[in-house]
Nanobody, 119 residues
């Protein structure tokens, strides 16, 4: 049973930093694209950052220059370093990954971790 488990959320003041981490566990062959999404109250879930298996990254325009996504394939983890946080970054952050069992990639979601930016 493959699982994604996020950690690292919390309360931070505007201008502060947080680092989110997501670890994949279970039996699988490899991990493809890994993403971070977020969903604020009353809003649709939005893609924040993506990293491919080759290490290429893309970011939402709202976080570019402030957030950095990285992965460690040896540990099956993906991290999101968030700097210069703003109140509008407040949301539940979800990890998403395409994980290959034998022949196909299956998309998995983590349970989410709350990030609150407030003074």
């Amino acid at each position: 049973q493959v699982q994604l488990v996020e950690s690292g959320g919390g309360l931070v003041q505007p201008g502060g930093s947080l680092r989110l981490s997501c670890a994949a566990s279970g039996s699988f062959t490899s991990i493809g694209v890994m993403d971070w999404y977020r969903q604020a109250p009353g809003k649709q879930r939005e893609l924040v950052a993506t990293i491919t298996s080759g290490g290429a990254t893309t970011y939402a325009s709202s976080v570019k220059g402030r957030f950095t996504i990285s992965r460690d394939d040896a540990k099956s983890t993906v991290d999101l370093q968030m700097n210069s946080l703003k109140p509008e970054d407040t949301a539940i952050y979800y990890c998403n990954a395409a994980i290959r069992d034998t022949y196909v990639y299956i998309t998995y979601w983590g349970q989410g971790t709350q990030v609150t930016v407030s003074s």
